[in-house]
């Protein structure tokens, strides 16, 4: 298990019982005590957990992550024009990967039925958008499906992604910001977004305005990382500037 799973799991442990202790975490996930030690440290870093004698007590809740559903229905229109925008991204007879969201599945919706292309995603919603394409060779990455994003993740997803040389990735997030980079509330699912930016030779986040200077629990890389970001013109002039100046091109569809 990799230490952001592990810690997402020590997190719902802890809600559930009220306290986690290092001994019983060391046994329960067959790791040392200085790793369970390390874990409770970054958690109470990032203010999830507070350490006490022996262990932890949660503060607070988990980092709250609304269904699919409500998320798509936010900010629709503009989540269509920049799913319209990344068309013209599409490498001709390329390859791709498309994170889970629900930008990226607009952007799956979007794609004409003629399209010649090798798509990956592990993703359901994106998968199931393009299955009756002809042209397109679709690939769907396995692994634990998550019930709120409908999104692969764990060992088996990073590890098809570890093996993976695309085109282009059209990466979604839950929150971007210059200071705080790229974030989403889980840890399994922004260790796969880590895994998708590194496993394509070009990045293009498509994210809509409202999701500018929110910041999540789990951070998976910085804005730096990412050669376009297609947004929409709720972003302003000034704040699309300072991301350019980083060198990251930026597109208000």
Same mark, same amino acid.
């Given at each position: 298990?990799?230490?952001?799973?592990?810690?997402?799991?020590?997190?719902?442990?802890?809600?559930?019982?009220?306290?986690?202790? &290092?001994?019983?975490?060391?046994? @329960?996930?067959? $790791?040392?005590?200085?790793? &369970?030690?390390?874990?409770?440290?970054?958690?109470?870093?990032?203010?999830?957990?507070? !350490?006490?004698?022996?262990?932890?007590?949660?503060?607070?809740?988990? *980092?709250?992550?609304? *269904?699919? +559903?409500?998320?798509?229905?936010?900010?629709? *229109?503009?989540?269509?024009?920049?799913?319209?925008?990344?068309?013209? @991204?599409?490498?001709?007879?390329?390859?791709?990967?498309?994170?889970?969201?629900?930008?990226?599945?607009?952007? +799956? +919706?979007?794609?004409? $039925? /003629?399209?010649?292309?090798? &798509?990956?995603?592990? #993703?359901?919603?994106?998968?199931?958008?393009?299955?009756?394409?002809?042209?397109?060779?679709?690939?769907? $990455?396995?692994?634990?499906?998550?019930?709120?994003? !409908?999104?692969? %993740?764990?060992?088996?997803?990073?590890? &098809?992604?570890?093996?993976?040389?695309?085109?282009? %990735?059209?990466?979604?997030?839950?929150?971007?910001?210059?200071?705080?980079?790229?974030?989403?509330?889980?840890?399994?699912? #922004?260790?796969?977004?880590?895994?998708?930016?590194?496993?394509? !030779?070009?990045? %293009?986040?498509?994210?809509?305005?409202?999701?500018?200077?929110? !910041?999540?629990?789990?951070?998976?890389? *910085?804005?730096?990382?990412?050669?376009?970001?297609?947004? /929409?013109?709720?972003?302003?002039?000034? /704040?699309?500037?300072?991301?350019?100046?980083?060198?990251?091109? %930026?597109?208000?569809?």
């Amino acid at each position: 298990m990799y230490a952001p799973e592990r810690q997402q799991e020590i997190l719902r442990l802890a809600q559930e019982s009220g306290r986690v202790d &290092v001994l019983s975490l060391a046994e @329960e996930f067959q $790791v040392t005590a200085e790793t &369970v030690r390390r874990d409770l440290k970054a958690l109470d870093r990032a203010g999830l957990l507070r !350490r006490v004698h022996g262990g932890a007590i949660p503060v607070g809740r988990l *980092d709250f992550e609304p *269904d699919l +559903a409500e998320r798509d229905a936010v900010a629709a *229109d503009e989540k269509d024009r920049i799913a319209q925008a990344a068309l013209a @991204e599409l490498p001709p007879d390329g390859n791709v990967i498309i994170d889970a969201g629900t930008t990226t599945a607009r952007l +799956a +919706a979007a794609l004409p $039925v /003629d399209a010649s292309l090798t &798509v990956v995603t592990h #993703a359901l919603p994106v998968a199931a958008r393009l299955a009756d394409h002809p042209g397109i060779a679709l690939h769907l $990455v396995g692994g634990r499906v998550r019930h709120r994003t !409908r999104a692969a %993740v764990d060992a088996w997803a990073l590890g &098809v992604y570890a093996e993976i040389s695309a085109d282009v %990735v059209f990466l979604a997030t839950n929150g971007f910001a210059p200071d705080s980079g790229l974030t989403t509330p889980d840890l399994a699912e #922004a260790a796969v977004k880590r895994a998708v930016a590194r496993a394509a !030779r070009r990045v %293009v986040l498509l994210a809509d305005s409202g999701k500018f200077g929110q !910041r999540h629990f789990a951070r998976f890389g *910085d804005l730096t990382d990412v050669d376009l970001l297609i947004t /929409d013109t709720g972003l302003s002039p000034d /704040d699309a500037r300072s991301i350019e100046s980083r060198g990251t091109e %930026v597109v208000r569809a």
